[in-house]
T-cell receptor
Framework: GAGVSQSPSNKVTEKGKDVELRCDPI?????LYWYRQSLGQGLEFLIY????????KSGLPSDRFSAERTGGSVSTLTIQRTQQEDSAVYLC?????????????FGNGTRLTVT | AQKVTQAQTEISVVEKEDVTLDCVYE???????LFWYKQPPSGELVFLIR??????QNEISGRYSWNFQKSTSSFNFTITASQVVDSAVYFC?????????????FGAGTRLFVKA
């Protein structure tokens, strides 16, 4: 497709289980970002990839969160031992050059509910 | 500190009214970029405009206009003759150019309701 694709669109999981969220960026976009949007809140930065490397992981809230990107394309965000406070919409975005003046192209997000 | 403040949580207007969404930012950087994004009810954020810190010229695009004032650290967004389709959450964002790493910092958003 032409846009950023995220899957699943919705995920309900039990507290303590692990979840994997997937992001397929726009073809040719070298930079990839993960953000988290909690109800009524702004977007919280999680991690940034340039190619396969992650020069900025400063937003990951705990060591239960990890992310990887392979082949400079698809990225997965993994949350281990999920907690109820992890419930949020997880947004992925990509940009062509990864420069600070490059606008971000967002996917529709994955709505995660931890019960 | 790098921060974006959108003090208006929700605004409700009647169609054809003009509305201004406020955005105030904080950064120590001399080079930075400001953005507005729109998040309609469908959920996908859409880029509207970018401004760099060296360009204070205001911009108009159809019914949308943006007022960037460095003296007050503000980057306000005005919709003229609002329409129902403008109903969305609008986010102001800041990309610091020197010390902020690679992240774009978003405000909490302003939810705009336009009633017919």
């Amino acid at each position: 497709g032409a846009g950023v694709s995220q899957s699943p669109s919705n995920k309900v999981t039990e507290k303590g289980k692990d979840v994997e969220l997937r992001c397929d960026p726009i073809s040719g976009h070298t930079a990839l970002y993960w953000y988290r949007q909690s109800l009524g809140q702004g977007l919280e930065f999680l991690i940034y990839f340039q190619g396969n490397s992650a020069p900025d992981k400063s937003g990951l809230p705990s060591d239960r969160f990890s992310a990887e990107r392979t082949g400079g394309s698809v990225s997965t965000l993994t949350i281990q031992r999920t907690q109820q406070e992890d419930s949020a919409v997880y947004l992925c975005a990509s940009s062509r050059l990864g420069r600070l003046d490059s606008p971000l192209h967002f996917g529709n997000g994955t709505r995660l509910t931890v019960t | 500190a790098q921060k974006v403040t959108q003090a208006q949580t929700e605004i409700s207007v009647v169609e054809k009214e003009d509305v201004t969404l406020d955005c105030v930012y904080e950064t120590r950087d001399t080079t930075y970029y400001l953005f507005w994004y729109k998040q309609p009810p469908s959920g996908e954020l859409v880029f509207l405009i970018r401004r760099n810190s060296f360009d204070e010229q205001n911009e108009i695009s159809g019914r949308y206009s943006w007022n960037f004032q460095k003296s007050t650290s503000s980057f306000n967004f005005t919709i003229t003759a609002s329409q129902v389709v403008d109903s969305a959450v609008y986010f102001c964002a800041l990309s610091p150019g020197n010390t902020g790493g690679f992240k774009t910092i978003f405000g909490a958003g302003t939810r705009l309701f336009v009633k017919a």
